[in-house]
């Protein structure tokens, strides 16, 4: 069975940073794409950060560009999102997804983040 | 590329047919999928490629279209099936864009 759980979350302020991690099982993790995914409270669903299989391409949405950084370590079955310059727009629940072919076929439960003095 | 889901709100019985759309600002050829979302829950894959099920849905789930105009279709619906739908696009795939959702509830 596939399984991603996050953690990380919580209450930043402003300007301050957090560093989200998901742990992957039941999978190849090493062998597939994987994306972050964020909810704001009541909103919809936004596409926030994508990272290759091998971790040597990235990419990030506009709206987090400069200031979010993706990574994984195949060794340890983890991705992670290093959030810096954190802004009161930024909470949201936090979802590890894998990215199969640009589609999200499992997620994990979601982790929120709260940016708030 | 902006997707854009209507209605916003689907009032509909158990048994009865649901169709929603999803209409996007320029072609995504048939690179669109569905999810589902239940409060407090992480979405679901329900269809991708347009017209494909993901592992696991039931068969009363289907999707069609091409293009800018995409169709979900829930035959005859299900107590379980009340959720927020959202469409999701990867035509751009480093930009991939989700719908704002649609809600169906229930009558």
């Known amino acids: 069975e596939v399984l991603l759980v996050e953690s990380g979350g919580g209450l930043v302020q402003p300007g301050g940073s957090l560093r989200l991690s998901c742990a992957a099982s039941?999978?190849?993790?090493?062998?597939?794409?994987m994306s972050w995914v964020r909810q704001a409270p009541g909103k919809g669903l936004e596409w926030v950060s994508y990272i290759s299989d091998s971790g040597t391409f990235t990419y990030n949405a506009d709206s987090v560009k400069g200031r979010f950084t993706i990574s994984r370590d195949n060794a340890k079955n983890s991705l992670y999102l290093e959030m810096n310059s954190l802004r009161a727009e930024d909470t949201a629940v936090y979802y590890c997804a894998r990215d199969r072919l640009a589609y999200f076929d499992h997620w994990g439960q979601g982790i929120l983040v709260t940016v708030s003095s | 590329i902006v997707l854009t889901q209507s209605p916003a709100t689907l009032s509909l019985s158990p048994g009865e047919r649901a169709t929603l759309s999803c209409r996007a600002s320029q072609s995504v050829g048939n690179f669109l999928a569905w999810y589902q979302q239940k409060p407090g829950q992480a979405p679901r894959l329900l269809i991708y490629d347009a017209s494909n099920r993901a592992a696991g849905i039931p068969a009363r789930f289907s999707g069609s279209g091409s293009g800018t105009d995409f169709t979900l279709t829930i035959s005859s619906l299900e107590p379980e099936d009340f959720a927020v739908y959202y469409c999701q696009q990867r035509s751009d795939w480093l930009r991939k864009t989700f719908g704002q959702g649609t809600k169906v509830e229930i009558k």
């Open positions: 039941g999978f190849t993790f090493s062998s597939y794409e």
